[in-house]
Structures are given as structure tokens and as C-alpha cells.
């Protein structure tokens, strides 16, 4: 089974979707595929779907939705080729069926992946990959494996989920990820002097995250590295005049000090100027 969660919700059984359209059916699923092989308590399920106000019926009708996908299930798993085990090799004459797919255990669910893709692991093991390649100082390295663990995602994660309390919350933990991943991307970009290349990407990134100390900064320096000091001055003035109108702080200790060295420092010499980060991270929306 492959898992793909960050973007919109993608399940498959044998490259077959096993993705319900109606939205409650699709709200269970994208649980168990976020917590694929692991047991999920009814009582989890129950508070995702009815927001501690759950009908007299709710574990029946729990119990409805996971007939349905199970029926969905069953479908993909009966067009696997004969011969051929789950993982696609040789059959041992037994066959995963969707209770072995879609397991019942004392007190939950759990969805067997039965060793299938999962986009959120692929992501945490390209990104884990990156971290470790910055920390050594393999910036080429860790620029490939966090650009590789980013492509991995093709909007917010379970962007045509209907949320309720915990699919919500893993939404905005994973944007943090994401947005943690991106933000050593494009220091090693930097590190790389790749500055140039960053200005588009950039220029989009403080519009639509328009509190973010990191990529104000990273913004500056790599304006200033374009030989348009101007320019990198302006972003601060701008960050800081909707920090101060929309949260009433002034922009962290570690920024201040980047424009201070923008400021001094001379058009012909920006490599002057210290790296971007390290400051406080500050968004809204």
C-alpha cells in the first residue's frame, strides 16, 4: 500500500485507489494513513469526526465507514495479478484480504501498509538525510536531499480532507516541517552562493509568509549579494513595520544585527555580511 498524504490524500492498494470521495469515509482513512501501522483508538476516531459532540450512533457509524473502506480495499486487492503476492512476487497461495489490510484490534483500528511508499516517512528520512549533511558541512549534500524531501510535497498536506481536531493539528506540525526543511534549503543555497538564483523564490516566499524573521533574512542577504543593498534594506523596514503593527514585537536580536551589517557594509564587499538565520521565527495565518 502507498501512502501519500502531503498534497491531497492518495491511497492505493496494488497501484489501485482505495480513496473514498465522500468526506467522512475520507477523514478516517487520512487518520489511519497518517498513523499507518499503528493502532488507532475508536475514541481518536470518534473526536476527529464529531468534535466531542459525537451522536448516540457514532460507533456504528464508525464502524460503517470502515465496511466501506474495507469494500474499496477488497475491490484493489482482487485485481492483483494471479500469482503474485501483496508485495508483487511470488504467491504463497495466501492472500492479504482487507481485514489483514484494515485490521480490528482491542480498542482501534490500524491500516497495514504491508511495507508499501509513505510520502511523510520518505519526506522525514530525505530531510533527516539534509539536517545531518548541514551539520557536517556537506552543503551541496544537504541542498539535493532537502530539495529531494521537498518536492515530495505538492500543497498542504491532506489539502481535500475535510479536518477536524487532529487532522488539523497534524496539518499545521507538518507545515512547520516543511517549512523548517525549506528554510535549510535555502541556506545551504546560500552557502553555496546560489544568492541570484534565490531572488524569485524568495521574493514569493516573505509575501505569502510575511512574518517570518529566517526568510526576511535570507531575502536581505541575497539581495545584498546581488549588489542591490537598497533593496535588502527596504525588507527589513517593511518586516518590521508589520511585526510591529500586527504583533507589537521588533524584529529579533540576530536580524537587527544583519541589517546593521547590510547597512555598514560595502557595495563592493556583501560577502561582508554575516549569514542569514538563527532568529526568532515569527508567522501568522
Not at 259 to 267: C, F, T
Request: hydrophobic letters at 40%; charged letters at 25%.
Amino acid at each position: 500500500m502507498d501512502i501519500e498524504v502531503l498534497g491531497t490524500l492518495a491511497v492505493r492498494e496494488q497501484g489501485i485507489s482505495v480513496t473514498p470521495t465522500a468526506p467522512k469515509p475520507r477523514q478516517v482513512l487520512a487518520i489511519l494513513a497518517l498513523h499507518a501501522d499503528q493502532v488507532v483508538p475508536v475514541s481518536a476516531l470518534i473526536e476527529e469526526l464529531w468534535a466531542g459532540t459525537p451522536p448516540r450512533s457514532a460507533r456504528t457509524t464508525l464502524q460503517t465507514y470502515v465496511l466501506q473502506l474495507r469494500t474499496l480495499i477488497a475491490a484493489a486487492l482482487e485485481q492483483r495479478p494471479p500469482g503474485e503476492d501483496e508485495c508483487g512476487g511470488a504467491g504463497t497461495g495466501e492472500r492479504r484480504t482487507a481485514k489483514d489490510v484494515l485490521v480490528t484490534l482491542p480498542g482501534g483500528y490500524l491500516l497495514d501498509s504491508g511495507g508499501g511508499v509513505s510520502d511523510i516517512r520518505e519526506f522525514e528520512r530525505l530531510s533527516g538525510m539534509g539536517y545531518r549533511a548541514m551539520d557536517a558541512g556537506d552543503f551541496p549534500g544537504a541542498a539535493r536531499k532537502l530539495r529531494e524531501a521537498l518536492a515530495l510535497w505538492s500543497g498542504p498536506a491532506f489539502a481535500d480532507v475535510q479536518g477536524g481536531i487532529q487532522l488539523d493539528m497534524e496539518t499545521r506540525r507538518l507545515e512547520e516541517t516543511r517549512l523548517c526543511a525549506l528554510d535549510q534549503r535555502i541556506e545551504a543555497d546560500l552557502r553555496l552562493g546560489r544568492h541570484r538564483e534565490l531572488l524569485a523564490e524568495l521574493t514569493v516566499l516573505v509575501s505569502q509568509y510575511r512574518t517570518h524573521e529566517n526568510l526576511h533574512g535570507q531575502f536581505m542577504l541575497a539581495l545584498h549579494r546581488s549588489g542591490r543593498r537598497g533593496e535588502a534594506l527596504d525588507v527589513y523596514q517593511r518586516l518590521r513595520a508589520t511585526l510591529v503593527r500586527e504583533l507589537g514585537l521588533e524584529p529579533s536580536t540576530s536580524l537587527r544585527r544583519l541589517q546593521r551589517s547590510i547597512l555598514m557594509a560595502s557595495p563592493d564587499g556583501p560577502s561582508e555580511v554575516p549569514e542569514a538565520g538563527g532568529g526568532r521565527l515569527v508567522r501568522v495565518g
